[in-house]
């Protein structure tokens, strides 16, 4: 991305155009090549326990406790990418990539300018006072207002300035849109939708992505009532619903240590009542749940196929659920793996 952009910054005449290009160039590089490492050693690492790559791909390194094969390949991929830049007529490449980068900056500037307005109730936790709730959404707001700036001011850029910057075929534009346009359009074809959350009822920890019962309820109602009527909707809600068999824990006393009855651990339900009535409610095909490790498993509550795959990361076990989906948005079929 700073290929065209820092062209631009050495060959602007304007002097405001070089300071904001100065501020935005290494600010967004940082940006992206962090993104690139971290999602692309994400995706290397999850194939490597689907068996889609060689295992060793996904070692884990037992001193940093990080994937050291997966970041590597990475590095030495990117640095690559760059090598070839440097001695290749690439330019159509780099404006496009540049372009890329910018919108999908854009994008995240506006839905962080916008977040305190539409959803401020995603920043409500019990760690957090009302004025330190407030006082971070303002930052938030602020940071992207000036990205969405930022961003506005660079796509202006490669486009006005095509012969600073590489030149855009009408493939590349084409590819581009198909690119951008691909999550909508399968959003809109596609046999069912998905509501995914990840905030769950209050827990012992007080982590940030937790919120009373009422709010859970409210979030839920409000993602799911824009849903089409007759439109299948299959529900990704990080907690089970309560007492359905996928929510069994050990019960823990104030000190958070587990709860002995009759020489033994007792074992309550800890899913939540707002997930459970709203699958009654609703009655999607499917819903998929996490949250508890330890409850893997499948139940039904009425038409609803409830599944909880578990979790074993610690000892480097994949745990995953199939769920086959057929065209008018059915469940036909499920198998729980292992990996």
Known sequence: MAGGLGY????SPDPITKILFATAVPFAELAVNLAFLTVTTRVLFAQAFDRLLPVSVAKVSE?????NTAIAIVLVVGIGFCFLTSLV????IVALQSLFFALILLA???AALFLPLRRADLIDT???SEDQRRGFLRKVAWIGGATTVLALFTVYELVTHSSVYGKFSWESILTLVIVLGAGPVIYAIGPV????LGVVPFTPWSTERECSEEDLAKLISEMLEPVPAGRECIMNFHCPPYASGLDDAPELDATLKPVIRGGRPSI???GSHAVR???????PPVSLHGHIHESRGVQRLGRTLCVNPGSDYSAGVLRGAVVDIAEDGSCLDFLLTTG
């Open 8 to 11: 631009g910054m050495i060959l």
């Open 63 to 67: 001193r940093n406790h990080a994937p």
């Open 89 to 92: 007529a690439l330019g159509s």
């Open 108 to 110: 995240g500037g506006v």
């Open 126 to 128: 019990s760690a957090m």
């Open 193 to 196: 939708a998905m509501a995914s």
């Open 268 to 270: 309550v339900p800890v």
């Open 277 to 283: 009535d709203a699958i009654k409610k609703y009655q």
